[in-house]
Nanobody, 127 residues
Framework: QVQLVESGGGLVQAGGSLRLSCAAS????????VGWFRQAPGKEREFVAA????????YYVDSVKGRFTISRDNAQKTVYLQMNSLKPEDTAVYYC????????????????????WGKGTLVTVSS
């Protein structure tokens, strides 16, 4: 069992920055890759970024490349999403999710294939 808790959301002006945190707990956290997804009102949940716990392998969706950076602190069991140059279209509820490391690259970007989810944190970017 893995528990995920997001924090760091809020209201920011376009061009601003926020850092989201995903704190993971559970005995087998190191067996899981962690990713960020987001869901805007009226839209489907979409992949944003993901990182493995055991290797520096990272994926980003094209729309955030160069603006968002995912990182992890294994000792703290926390995954971060640094979001810079935010745009109004980044407005969404951001969720972190985990899937088993062995399926890295196979299910990593598919929200239907995640094993665990946090409850989400709202990011609002004003124009």
């Amino acid at each position: 069992q893995v528990q995920l808790v997001e924090s760091g959301g809020g209201l920011v002006q376009a061009g601003g920055s926020l850092r989201l945190s995903c704190a993971a707990s559970g005995r087998t956290v190191s067996n899981y890759a962690v990713g960020w997804f987001r869901q805007a009102p009226g839209k489907e949940r979409e992949f944003v970024a993901a990182i493995r716990w055991t290797a520096d392998s990272i994926y980003y969706v094209d729309s955030v490349k160069g603006r968002f950076t995912i990182s992890r602190d294994n000792a703290q069991k926390t995954v971060y999403l640094q979001m810079n140059s935010l745009k109004p279209e980044d407005t969404a509820v951001y969720y972190c999710a985990a899937h088993n490391n062995v399926l890295w690259g196979v299910v990593t970007m598919d929200p239907r294939r995640m094993d665990y989810w946090g409850k989400g944190t709202l990011v609002t970017v004003s124009s």
